[in-house]
């Protein structure tokens, strides 16, 4: 086939592309340990401002290049502002909390990009030369896809010359290697990582840059290419540069053959690749195993049962709940309802997390399972509402099973990362596959019978539901089970010397979470009505993580304290402002600088402060 | 840029206060609005615009009923769940009479259903997803704009007169890109027996990789195009067509490209001779037009877009339907929404009784390039009454129980 | 009758023998120190027996029944018993929690989701600290603990799990000389109580000398001398090999 020839090279410069977005996130990782989820706002920001300034330059090649370079710096200095104002205030906090920082950035930039740059999309009108091409084997290739393919390596030396040949190199080299041998040189960690989220955001900057010829900028950049990038970086190994752009290659040419061989499944496609290499290659495709264990021996601290005061004031709480709809009118019966659901939804997660140790990217993938388990039970089988109620967890409970059974060997950002490729396949299919889903339409139509159609009878019933299993979940964290994961999450290897199954205790861990969140779900969609893969999305799956994070991760109490908090907020601010992403994020922000260890750990800190003077 | 620089000065000042209008006069009527304000900026803002306009122009003439109407706006951040949680807020806390808005076909279902449910009036304005009127269509909701099937029937009437035998299609891999590609090549395959479709591309939706995706078109040797592509995607698919030459000697038809929200930003990239549903804006010389065009920029400094056009015309079909009920009980506004005939920039519509499909109509024409713009000429606007299938077509797709 | 008895074991890492051919056997209440220079295969042979390496050759019984082939959770459930040579507890547990915890799992209780567990053999967990004379520190988180009280701790949480053989991975390293003799010697008079086979490795050859019943050595992997104390000083292929000269040593 004659095509096959422009197909690679097409496939290659995608492959360059990928490589430019994914070698700043990779970079910051592997010195700082940060999973940098405004990486993709940074690349965003990297395309306005380079449309800003390539459409006030002349448009010859030589000022191209030049508008590019320049690009680059603003974005670097944007990362210098964004490292020292927030990101340095959080290193010392608990691994993951940095993530929801970056993330509150996430929300800030949008809706600063919208105000500075207006809602429509700005391409770059492209002069002559950008739109020249060559003869490739029959086939008219774009020439700048040429420069775009030279690119990726021309980066990938530049970067292994700085890293290999300049003392500031060996020090990020040493420090990707061993943080704590690196301060204890005396090295300035603070310059050190300064200077490379610079760099990284530069590089961020550069690849919005030089996307401008052949897309726009535009504000779906952001979340479109953070999942992009960490899926390179997580194949080609966390912090390893070469692996980058092994996995770059591997996935742009892997799609650009997948788009003409089998062309519905292009999105699954990547996440599949990472799932496989993963499996085979658990660190990736050139990286090495974490380090974790030292930062492992900043251990939790040590988990007590709440105090009676604090079980005074819960009891009050509940009370208080279960009066509530004799309190308040209709509709905020329909936001505590969601609170409800909120707080299944971060308690579930919470328990695999925090006393399980295994961080999550894609906790909504279980609440989606178990809603359209529900629904689709209710579509084909005119399934009543019990049963539905019955089936979600079930159904929940067994695929996070099969999915623990694969990834229970993973542990940290990779397991995180795995979590997040389980969900964005569960996600495509439910996007994509209109005859089962209905696809983004969704099932319609999933109404509660009508005993639980008035807002107040189902709001007890979720709230009985939801209550109860984070009571069942609570017991069960004090239960033996509770004491053995979390002993597994301690220290692995003293676990396994006593006879503890660490690996069952974590598929198990799964199992229930999974069972909880997809009971969640299913309470959700009949309250709205409805199953929709937006229940599925990353920013559905950050909201857990948000919840959990900001109510504490080391108490029981924190998720539930997160979920309503979260809720609340979120609903006020949707409508109150159109601005609500940006002062959401900036609240996510001063949370976590003000509290590293979350509202509720900061409370149990000056209560124990309190009880100690 | 000016256009744009002044668009987004504007845009920005509604961004500051979610919409809440005030007339004087009785008690307001309350329209409950829920958009995708955040998550689809680029269309919702001057759709929100026109809404204004069309508020207070209505005010101006003595309102609804002797009453004035009142828009209150809501932003569901794209997600069908947060919009339906919000319908509770307008419906219970803020007791508006009717609820209106979606953008996003999801988003326009879950509130059909939510009226459903709770027994309200919903209009919806710029869904296309046919499911609203026909498969999930309710007594309760009522859809504004010409559906998915109606841009691809004439589109397909269109591809039907040219000599393209070999077909391709490409298409975001979600339900209205497979509803599209679905109608197109049955209604083509119907008048023409002779073509063929030989092969099809499906990126997912807002992550086109079109390099590949135009090589592996150009593999395919068609001599017809169908594309449902829009938005960034298009961007991405039309600059490398343009450098690989896809549409060279090729026809393309294209739904939706000649909305200025989708041909704006290909700038002086914006193929020439698509034949493409769309708006031609201001180069709509109707009395009618014109006005609206005139208010609209003379409010807001910028020109009516194809969203601007839906934005006004919903408030427009709201009132008639509110006037010809005489009430704002849910069930007599049901019956007076069915058949009322209403007034739109681009011409006379009305509610049909038989699935509540509003019939405003659809631009067709061809793309071309004025200096540095893309533009739709030889465009002709057909009445949205003569797109839909038959009666028996219609009563067959819609259940039973939606009467 | 011994408790473990290993026969020809040996282990390869590409292509490099590590340990070969090694037998010997421990009986009950019997302390058997594994002493050889850095590199002579002490660490692999230690993690065979506790199945955190699998041999290529040979076998180890565990009271007649094998267990080489089996991973570090069964071989414990065996009842072996382990410390580490970097401690490892839970630390987010007390300090009887810890211990507890050890219980628990030896009685199989695991998997129990509703009774708490701190309400589960306080008092064993207590009575098991008292041995190892951190009972006023029970209620101590492990993070808190000084060095050589959680070494104690994990021989209380080893002891949780009744094991009929411990295995002490360098249990000394990174403590004072006198603690080092008196946790040894806590470790010698628990394994006489109990009937406990101890097997350990040690840098330290004051506190081999002191504690152990009997010495093995290893050199290049291979087993080139076993006796007791006076034993293994005189035997001149030791003080070739390990003391070098003669005259150095720890």
Redesign the interface.
């Given at each position: 086939?004659s095509?096959i020839l422009?197909?690679l090279l097409?496939?290659l410069?995608?492959a360059s592309s990928l490589f430019l977005i994914s070698a700043g996130l990779t970079i910051i990782f592997g010195v700082s340990r940060i999973v940098n989820f405004s990486h993709g706002s940074l690349m965003m920001l990297g395309a306005y401002i380079g449309w800003s300034i390539l459409?006030r330059l002349p448009r010859e090649p030589e000022w191209f290049a030049l508008g590019i370079l320049a690009t680059a710096l603003a974005t670097a200095l944007i990362g210098v502002v964004l490292e020292m104002a927030v990101l340095r205030r959080v290193y010392r906090s608990p691994e993951l909390f940095q993530l929801l920082a970056t993330f509150g950035v996430v929300l800030i930039i949008?809706?600063v990009t919208?105000?500075l740059?207006?809602?429509?999309?700005?391409?770059l009108?492209?002069p002559r030369w950008l739109?020249?091409?060559v003869e490739v084997a029959g086939?008219?290739?774009?020439l700048?896809?040429l420069v775009l393919i030279a690119i990726g390596p021309l980066v990938l030396g530049l970067l292994w010359l700085a890293l290999n040949r300049t003392r500031w190199g060996t020090l990020v080299r040493a420090a990707t290697l061993d943080r704590e041998m690196v301060a204890a040189l005396g090295v300035d960690q603070r310059r050190l990582f300064t200077s490379v989220f610079a760099l990284g955001a530069g590089l961020a900057g550069l690849g919005g840059a030089l996307s401008l010829?052949?897309?726009?900028a535009?504000?779906?950049i952001d979340l479109?290419v953070i999942a992009d990038a960490f899926v390179v970086v997580v194949v080609g190994g966390l912090g390893s540069l070469p692996g980058a752009f092994l996995a770059s290659v591997l996935i742009g040419v892997l799609?650009?053959f997948g788009?003409?061989l089998v062309?519905?499944i292009?999105?699954v496609l990547v996440f599949l690749v990472m799932a496989v290499v993963l499996v085979f290659r658990p660190n990736g495709l050139l990286g090495r195993p974490q380090t974790e264990a030292r930062e492992a021996?900043v251990?939790?601290?040590?988990?007590r049962?709440a105090p009676p005061a604090l079980r005074l004031l819960g009891a009050a709480a509940l009370a208080l709940a279960v009066a509530a709809p004799f309190i308040v009118?209709?509709?905020?019966l329909?936001?505590l309802t969601?609170a409800c659901v909120a707080i299944l939804f971060a308690a579930s997660l919470h328990f695999m997390m925090g006393p399980g140790g295994m961080a999550s990217f894609g906790h909504a993938a279980w609440f989606g399972i178990g809603a359209y388990a529900a629904g689709l039970l209710l579509h084909w089988a005119g399934a009543p509402m019990p049963l539905g109620l019955l089936a979600a967890p079930v159904a929940a409970g067994i695929v996070s099973g099969l999915f623990g059974w694969f990834v229970v060997r993973l542990s940290g950002v990779y397991l995180a990362m795995l979590t997040l490729a389980f969900a964005q396949i569960a996600w495509?299919v439910s996007?994509?596959w209109?005859e089962v889903t209905?696809?983004?339409?969704?099932l319609?139509?999933v109404?509660p019978p009508d005993w639980a159609?008035d807002?107040r009878p189902y709001y007890w019933m979720a709230l009985a539901l939801s209550v109860g299993v984070a009571l069942l979940l609570r017991?069960?964290l004090?239960?033996?089970?509770?004491?053995?994961l979390?002993?597994a999450?301690?220290?692995a290897?003293?676990?396994?010397?006593?006879?503890?199954?660490?690996e069952r205790?974590r598929i198990v861990a799964l199992v229930i979470a999974g069972a909880a969140c997809g009971l969640g779900g299913a309470i959700?969609a009949y309250g709205?009505?409805?199953v929709?893969?937006?229940?599925i999305s990353i920013p559905h799956s950050v909201e857990a993580l948000l919840m959990v994070l900001l109510g504490g991760l080391?108490t029981v109490a924190g998720p539930i304290i997160g979920a309503l908090v979260y809720t609340g907020l979120a609903?006020i601010l949707?409508?109150?402002?159109?601005?609500?992403?940006l002062v959401l994020g900036a609240v996510i922000v001063v949370l976590v600088v003000a509290f590293p260890e979350g509202i509720a750990g900061a409370v149990r800190r000056l209560w124990l402060r309190g009880r100690e003077a | 840029m000016e256009v744009t620089r002044r668009l987004v000065l504007g845009a920005s000042g509604a961004l500051a206060m979610p919409g809440l209008l005030r007339a004087q006069g009785g008690t307001p009527i309350r329209i409950g609005e829920i958009n995708s304000y955040t998550a689809q900026p680029a269309f919702t803002l001057p759709y929100r615009n026109a809404m204004q306009l069309a508020v207070e122009e209505t005010n101006a003439r003595g309102g609804v009923l002797g009453r004035p109407l009142e828009l209150i706006t809501r932003d569901d951040a794209g997600r069908p769940q947060d919009a339906v949680r919000l319908a509770g807020e307008l419906v219970n806390d803020l007791k508006v009479d009717v609820l209106a808005g979606a953008y996003l076909s999801n988003v326009g279902l879950a509130l059909g259903e939510y009226a459903a449910q709770n027994k309200r009036l919903y209009v919806a304005g710029e869904p296309l997803t046919d499911a609203m009127v026909w498969e999930r269509g309710n007594r309760y909701t009522f859809r504004l704009r010409p559906s998915t099937y109606m841009q691809a029937s004439i589109l397909a009437e269109e591809a039907a007169k040219l000599p393209a035998k070999r077909w391709v299609t490409v298409s975001p891999n979600y339900e209205f890109g497979q509803s599209a590609v679905k109608w197109f090549r049955q209604l083509l395959s119907a008048r023409r027996p002779d073509v063929q479709f030989v092969g099809e591309q499906w990126p997912a939706l807002g992550r086109v990789d079109a390099g590949a995706t135009v090589q592996a078109l150009e593999g395919m040797r068609p001599d017809g195009i169908l594309n449902v592509l829009f938005g960034t995607d298009l961007t991405n698919f039309v600059r490398q067509g343009n450098t690989r030459g896809l549409f060279e000697r090729r026809t393309v038809v294209s739904l939706l490209t000649g909305e200025p929200e989708y041909l704006d930003p290909l700038g002086d990239e914006a193929p020439e001779g698509w034949i493409v549903t769309g708006y031609p804006g201001e180069a709509i010389d109707t009395p009618a037009h014109k006005a609206f065009a005139g208010a609209y920029r003379a409010k807001f400094n910028a020109k009516p877009m194809c969203g601007s056009l839906v934005g006004y015309a919903l408030i427009n079909s709201i009132a008639a339907g509110i006037a010809k009920a005489g009430s704002v009980e849910v069930e007599r506004m049901v019956e007076g929404f069915r058949g009322a005939r209403f007034d739109t920039p681009a011409g006379s519509a009305e509610y049909r009784t038989i699935d509540q499909q509003g019939t405003l109509g659809v631009y067709v024409g061809k793309t071309a390039l004025r200096g540095n713009a893309g533009v739709m000429t030889d465009w002709r606007y057909i009445d949205g009454k003569d797109l839909l299938p038959s009666d028996e077509v219609v009563r067959g797709l819609r259940p039973a129980g939606a009467n | 009758m011994s408790v473990l008895s290993v026969q020809g074991l040996g282990k390869s890492f590409g292509g490099v023998r590590a340990v070969s051919d090694v037998s010997f056997s421990v009986a009950p209440g019997e302390m058997l120190a594994l002493i050889g220079p850095n590199g002579a295969g002490k660490s692999t042979l230690f993690n065979m027996v506790g199945g955190q390496l699998q041999p290529d050759a040979g076998s180890v019984t565990l009271g007649g029944a094998t267990i080489s082939g089996l991973g570090p959770r069964a071989v414990a459930r065996q009842g072996v018993g382990r410390t580490f040579q970097i401690t490892a507890t839970f630390g987010s547990m007390t300090v009887r929690e810890n211990v507890q915890m050890a219980i628990l799992s030896h009685r199989r209780e695991i998997w129990r989701f509703w009774r708490p567990a701190a309400e589960r053999f306080g008092d064993e967990a207590d009575a098991l600290l008292a041995q190892v004379g951190l009972e006023v520190q029970a209620e101590r988180a492990t993070g808190v603990l000084a060095y050589g009280d959680l070494k104690r701790l994990e021989l209380a949480v080893a002891l949780g799990n009744a094991p009929r053989l411990l295995l002490m991975d360098e249990p000394t390293a990174g403590m004072a000389p006198a603690e080092r003799v008196a946790l040894m010697q806590l470790t010698r008079r628990l394994a006489t109580e109990r009937g406990i086979a101890v097997l350990f490795t040690e840098h330290d050859m004051d506190v081999v000398f002191d504690v152990a019943d009997r010495i093995l050595v290893l050199d290049r992997g291979a087993l080139i001398a076993e006796g007791d104390g006076p034993a293994i000083r005189a035997n001149p292929a030791v003080r070739a090999v390990y003391l070098g000269t003669g005259s150095g040593g720890h």
């Amino acid at each position: 086939m004659s095509s096959i020839l422009p197909q690679l090279l097409t496939g290659l410069a995608t492959a360059s592309s990928l490589f430019l977005i994914s070698a700043g996130l990779t970079i910051i990782f592997g010195v700082s340990r940060i999973v940098n989820f405004s990486h993709g706002s940074l690349m965003m920001l990297g395309a306005y401002i380079g449309w800003s300034i390539l459409t006030r330059l002349p448009r010859e090649p030589e000022w191209f290049a030049l508008g590019i370079l320049a690009t680059a710096l603003a974005t670097a200095l944007i990362g210098v502002v964004l490292e020292m104002a927030v990101l340095r205030r959080v290193y010392r906090s608990p691994e993951l909390f940095q993530l929801l920082a970056t993330f509150g950035v996430v929300l800030i930039i949008q809706d600063v990009t919208l105000l500075l740059w207006g809602p429509t999309e700005l391409p770059l009108p492209r002069p002559r030369w950008l739109r020249g091409f060559v003869e490739v084997a029959g086939s008219r290739f774009p020439l700048y896809d040429l420069v775009l393919i030279a690119i990726g390596p021309l980066v990938l030396g530049l970067l292994w010359l700085a890293l290999n040949r300049t003392r500031w190199g060996t020090l990020v080299r040493a420090a990707t290697l061993d943080r704590e041998m690196v301060a204890a040189l005396g090295v300035d960690q603070r310059r050190l990582f300064t200077s490379v989220f610079a760099l990284g955001a530069g590089l961020a900057g550069l690849g919005g840059a030089l996307s401008l010829p052949n897309a726009s900028a535009n504000l779906g950049i952001d979340l479109s290419v953070i999942a992009d990038a960490f899926v390179v970086v997580v194949v080609g190994g966390l912090g390893s540069l070469p692996g980058a752009f092994l996995a770059s290659v591997l996935i742009g040419v892997l799609q650009a053959f997948g788009i003409v061989l089998v062309p519905k499944i292009t999105l699954v496609l990547v996440f599949l690749v990472m799932a496989v290499v993963l499996v085979f290659r658990p660190n990736g495709l050139l990286g090495r195993p974490q380090t974790e264990a030292r930062e492992a021996t900043v251990a939790a601290p040590v988990v007590r049962p709440a105090p009676p005061a604090l079980r005074l004031l819960g009891a009050a709480a509940l009370a208080l709940a279960v009066a509530a709809p004799f309190i308040v009118g209709g509709y905020y019966l329909t936001v505590l309802t969601d609170a409800c659901v909120a707080i299944l939804f971060a308690a579930s997660l919470h328990f695999m997390m925090g006393p399980g140790g295994m961080a999550s990217f894609g906790h909504a993938a279980w609440f989606g399972i178990g809603a359209y388990a529900a629904g689709l039970l209710l579509h084909w089988a005119g399934a009543p509402m019990p049963l539905g109620l019955l089936a979600a967890p079930v159904a929940a409970g067994i695929v996070s099973g099969l999915f623990g059974w694969f990834v229970v060997r993973l542990s940290g950002v990779y397991l995180a990362m795995l979590t997040l490729a389980f969900a964005q396949i569960a996600w495509a299919v439910s996007f994509q596959w209109v005859e089962v889903t209905g696809g983004d339409n969704g099932l319609l139509g999933v109404w509660p019978p009508d005993w639980a159609r008035d807002p107040r009878p189902y709001y007890w019933m979720a709230l009985a539901l939801s209550v109860g299993v984070a009571l069942l979940l609570r017991r069960a964290l004090y239960a033996p089970y509770g004491y053995a994961l979390r002993a597994a999450r301690d220290s692995a290897p003293r676990a396994r010397a006593i006879g503890l199954d660490v690996e069952r205790l974590r598929i198990v861990a799964l199992v229930i979470a999974g069972a909880a969140c997809g009971l969640g779900g299913a309470i959700f969609a009949y309250g709205k009505g409805g199953v929709f893969p937006t229940y599925i999305s990353i920013p559905h799956s950050v909201e857990a993580l948000l919840m959990v994070l900001l109510g504490g991760l080391q108490t029981v109490a924190g998720p539930i304290i997160g979920a309503l908090v979260y809720t609340g907020l979120a609903d006020i601010l949707v409508r109150s402002t159109d601005l609500w992403r940006l002062v959401l994020g900036a609240v996510i922000v001063v949370l976590v600088v003000a509290f590293p260890e979350g509202i509720a750990g900061a409370v149990r800190r000056l209560w124990l402060r309190g009880r100690e003077a | 840029m000016e256009v744009t620089r002044r668009l987004v000065l504007g845009a920005s000042g509604a961004l500051a206060m979610p919409g809440l209008l005030r007339a004087q006069g009785g008690t307001p009527i309350r329209i409950g609005e829920i958009n995708s304000y955040t998550a689809q900026p680029a269309f919702t803002l001057p759709y929100r615009n026109a809404m204004q306009l069309a508020v207070e122009e209505t005010n101006a003439r003595g309102g609804v009923l002797g009453r004035p109407l009142e828009l209150i706006t809501r932003d569901d951040a794209g997600r069908p769940q947060d919009a339906v949680r919000l319908a509770g807020e307008l419906v219970n806390d803020l007791k508006v009479d009717v609820l209106a808005g979606a953008y996003l076909s999801n988003v326009g279902l879950a509130l059909g259903e939510y009226a459903a449910q709770n027994k309200r009036l919903y209009v919806a304005g710029e869904p296309l997803t046919d499911a609203m009127v026909w498969e999930r269509g309710n007594r309760y909701t009522f859809r504004l704009r010409p559906s998915t099937y109606m841009q691809a029937s004439i589109l397909a009437e269109e591809a039907a007169k040219l000599p393209a035998k070999r077909w391709v299609t490409v298409s975001p891999n979600y339900e209205f890109g497979q509803s599209a590609v679905k109608w197109f090549r049955q209604l083509l395959s119907a008048r023409r027996p002779d073509v063929q479709f030989v092969g099809e591309q499906w990126p997912a939706l807002g992550r086109v990789d079109a390099g590949a995706t135009v090589q592996a078109l150009e593999g395919m040797r068609p001599d017809g195009i169908l594309n449902v592509l829009f938005g960034t995607d298009l961007t991405n698919f039309v600059r490398q067509g343009n450098t690989r030459g896809l549409f060279e000697r090729r026809t393309v038809v294209s739904l939706l490209t000649g909305e200025p929200e989708y041909l704006d930003p290909l700038g002086d990239e914006a193929p020439e001779g698509w034949i493409v549903t769309g708006y031609p804006g201001e180069a709509i010389d109707t009395p009618a037009h014109k006005a609206f065009a005139g208010a609209y920029r003379a409010k807001f400094n910028a020109k009516p877009m194809c969203g601007s056009l839906v934005g006004y015309a919903l408030i427009n079909s709201i009132a008639a339907g509110i006037a010809k009920a005489g009430s704002v009980e849910v069930e007599r506004m049901v019956e007076g929404f069915r058949g009322a005939r209403f007034d739109t920039p681009a011409g006379s519509a009305e509610y049909r009784t038989i699935d509540q499909q509003g019939t405003l109509g659809v631009y067709v024409g061809k793309t071309a390039l004025r200096g540095n713009a893309g533009v739709m000429t030889d465009w002709r606007y057909i009445d949205g009454k003569d797109l839909l299938p038959s009666d028996e077509v219609v009563r067959g797709l819609r259940p039973a129980g939606a009467n | 009758m011994s408790v473990l008895s290993v026969q020809g074991l040996g282990k390869s890492f590409g292509g490099v023998r590590a340990v070969s051919d090694v037998s010997f056997s421990v009986a009950p209440g019997e302390m058997l120190a594994l002493i050889g220079p850095n590199g002579a295969g002490k660490s692999t042979l230690f993690n065979m027996v506790g199945g955190q390496l699998q041999p290529d050759a040979g076998s180890v019984t565990l009271g007649g029944a094998t267990i080489s082939g089996l991973g570090p959770r069964a071989v414990a459930r065996q009842g072996v018993g382990r410390t580490f040579q970097i401690t490892a507890t839970f630390g987010s547990m007390t300090v009887r929690e810890n211990v507890q915890m050890a219980i628990l799992s030896h009685r199989r209780e695991i998997w129990r989701f509703w009774r708490p567990a701190a309400e589960r053999f306080g008092d064993e967990a207590d009575a098991l600290l008292a041995q190892v004379g951190l009972e006023v520190q029970a209620e101590r988180a492990t993070g808190v603990l000084a060095y050589g009280d959680l070494k104690r701790l994990e021989l209380a949480v080893a002891l949780g799990n009744a094991p009929r053989l411990l295995l002490m991975d360098e249990p000394t390293a990174g403590m004072a000389p006198a603690e080092r003799v008196a946790l040894m010697q806590l470790t010698r008079r628990l394994a006489t109580e109990r009937g406990i086979a101890v097997l350990f490795t040690e840098h330290d050859m004051d506190v081999v000398f002191d504690v152990a019943d009997r010495i093995l050595v290893l050199d290049r992997g291979a087993l080139i001398a076993e006796g007791d104390g006076p034993a293994i000083r005189a035997n001149p292929a030791v003080r070739a090999v390990y003391l070098g000269t003669g005259s150095g040593g720890h």
